[in-house]
């Protein structure tokens, strides 16, 4: 009987990484058509046991694109993933790294008051 169980689990997990990469397809060629990137846009996948993490990869000029009018576009691309993939039984994280204004080098010189 535990043996029967284990093959039954092994499909599960099989079938799960294959709707995790559907999903990764899915989402990458949707970036694509909502910029101008023309393929430069990519999304990788972290798994972990019951979540699975998007990372959108894309030249920074186009972040602007993806992330919307005050983050309507991610927000509602976040929505519309995070109840696919629940659906489909895991939790979804779609990150957009990037640098903040405080991690970029400052301007050496003298400052005139």
């Known amino acids: 009987m535990t043996l029967f169980n284990s093959g039954i689990r092994k499909q599960e997990e099989a079938d799960k990484q294959e709707m995790r990469e559907s999903v990764r397809e899915r989402m990458e060629l949707i970036l694509n058509m909502m910029t101008d990137a023309n393929g430069q846009v990519q999304v990788t996948t972290q798994v972990f046991e019951r979540t699975t993490v998007y990372t959108v990869a894309c030249p920074q000029h186009f972040l602007g694109q993806i992330i919307g009018t005050k983050g309507k576009n991610i927000m509602g691309l976040r929505s519309?993933?995070?109840?696919i993939t629940a659906r489909l039984?895991?939790?979804?994280?779609?990150?957009?790294?990037?640098?903040?204004?405080?991690?970029k080098p400052l301007r050496e010189g003298k400052i005139e008051i």
């Open 80 to 83: 519309v993933f995070g109840a």
């Open 89 to 103: 039984g895991f939790r979804s994280i779609i990150e957009l790294p990037f640098a903040h204004e405080s991690e």
